[in-house]
C-alpha cells in the first residue's frame, strides 16, 4: 500500500504543520492531500509545500466543487502540476450544502452533473484544447455575446490525475467511471462492498475499466493504545467526534457520512444519533455510538489491533491508505505516523513474500 496523510493550513500553527509534512516525506511517507472545508483554502499552502518538498506527491484533498468554475480549478491544477514538476493529483468534492450554501451561497443543487462537467472542462484544459462545452450545468463560452472558445496559455507539461471525493452511490459510480483515484471515508471493509466497491465497479465497468485502473484512497485515524485503560479514553474521545459527523455535518435532508454509516450496518443508530444531537443533546448522541463503530472505520488500537486492521484494509482492496496520526505534539504525531509507516511496510513485505 502507498502511504498518506492530510494537513489543513488552518489547523493550529502553520510552520508547525509545514515541519510535520517536511519530516514526514523523510519519515518516506507517499503523498500529502491538503484539506479545505470552511477555513482555509487548499492551493496556497500546496504551492508553498511543493517548494519545501521533493520526492512526495502532493495532492487537494479536497477543492470543493462550487466554489471555482472549472476553469479556475484547471488553471490552480495545471499551476500546481508545473511548480510541483509533475507532483500534484487533483483531488475534488462536492462539499455538502451547509458549506456550499450557507458559506458561499451558491446552489447546492445538482452534484453529480457539476462533478461529471467540471472533470470534463478539466481534462479539455489539461489536453491543452481550447475549451468549448455544452452541458446542463456550464457553457463555454457564454453564449449571446462575442466570446469564442479559448485555450489556457499554459500547457499540462505532466499527467494530472483526478480523484473524487465521493460516498453516495450514484457518485460512487461516477467516480469509477471517470476518475483516477478514489478518496473515500467511513470506510468499513467488512461492508465495503455493498456501500462502496459494488457502486465503484459500475462504474468502473461502464467505462471499459477495472479496479487497477483506480487508486483507492482510504483514510482513518491512526492511534497507538499501550492498555485497555488507555484504549477507552481514546474510544470515549472518538465517540464524539463521530456523532458530530453523523449528527452535525451537511443538512436536514444531506448528510453523507450518515448515510455511508448507515447502508453498512448501522441504520438504527445513526437515525438516533442525528435526532439527538438535531435537538441539542451532543452527550447523548456520543452515547450511542458504540466502540465497534469506532474501532471498525480507523486505526485505533494496540499495535497488534492497527497491524490487524491495516491487513484487513489491504485485503479489503485499499490500494493507498491516508493516515491521520494521534498526537498532541509535533513530535508525537511524527512518532505515531512513523509506527504506522512500519507497519503498512512490514505488511507489505510480508504479502511480497508470500
Not at 485503560?229 to 451537511?250: C, H, I, P, Q, Y
Amino acid at each position: 500500500m502507498r502511504t498518506s496523510t492530510t494537513v489543513e493550513a488552518s489547523s493550529g500553527n502553520w510552520r508547525e504543520t509545514v515541519d510535520f509534512v517536511t519530516e514526514a516525506e523523510k519519515l518516506g511517507l507517499d503523498i500529502c492531500w491538503v484539506a479545505e472545508a470552511w477555513g482555509s483554502e487548499a492551493p496556497s499552502p500546496l504551492g508553498f509545500l511543493a517548494a519545501r518538498t521533493d520526492r512526495m506527491l502532493l495532492g487537494s484533498g479536497i477543492i470543493q466543487l462550487a466554489t471555482r468554475t472549472p476553469a479556475a480549478i484547471a488553471r490552480a491544477a495545471i499551476t500546481l502540476s508545473q511548480i510541483s514538476e509533475g507532483r500534484f493529483l487533483l483531488g475534488l468534492g462536492p462539499s455538502g450544502p451547509q458549506v456550499i450554501e450557507g458559506l458561499h451561497g451558491v446552489p447546492f443543487a445538482r452534484p453529480l452533473s457539476r462533478m461529471r462537467e467540471t472533470v470534463e472542462i478539466v481534462r479539455q484544459a489539461v489536453a491543452g484544447e481550447k475549451i468549448s462545452y455544452a452541458g446542463k450545468e456550464f457553457t463555454v463560452p457564454l453564449p449571446g455575446g462575442d466570446a469564442k472558445p479559448m485555450r489556457l496559455s499554459m500547457r499540462a507539461e505532466y499527467d494530472l490525475p483526478i480523484y473524487l471525493a465521493t460516498l453516495s452511490p450514484k457518485m460512487l459510480r461516477l467516480t469509477g467511471e471517470i476518475a483516477d483515484g478514489w478518496l473515500g471515508t467511513s470506510f468499513v471493509p467488512e461492508g465495503a462492498k455493498a456501500a462502496y466497491f459494488d457502486h465503484l465497479d459500475a462504474g468502473l465497468t461502464a467505462s471499459g475499466r477495472t479496479r487497477a485502473d483506480l487508486d483507492v484512497c482510504q483514510g482513518a485515524e491512526v492511534a497507538f493504545a499501550d492498555d485497555e485503560d488507555t484504549l477507552r479514553v481514546m474510544l470515549a474521545g472518538r465517540k464524539k467526534e463521530l456523532a458530530f459527523s453523523l449528527g452535525g455535518m451537511g443538512s436536514a435532508t444531506t448528510n453523507y457520512y450518515n448515510s455511508a454509516y448507515s447502508r453498512q450496518g448501522w441504520a438504527e443508530i445513526t437515525a438516533e444519533v442525528y435526532e439527538r444531537w438535531q435537538a441539542g443533546d451532543r452527550e447523548g448522541a456520543a452515547g450511542l455510538v458504540t466502540d465497534e463503530m469506532v474501532l471498525a472505520t480507523t486505526l485505533i488500537g494496540t499495535e497488534d489491533m492497527v497491524r490487524e486492521r491495516l491487513r484487513v484494509w489491504r485485503a479489503a482492496g485499499v490500494d493507498t491508505v491516508r493516515l491521520y496520526p494521534a498526537g498532541d505534539t509535533l513530535d508525537a504525531r511524527l512518532t505515531t505516523l512513523g509506527r504506522a509507516l512500519d507497519l503498512v511496510r512490514e505488511i507489505d513485505a510480508g504479502s511480497h513474500g508470500c
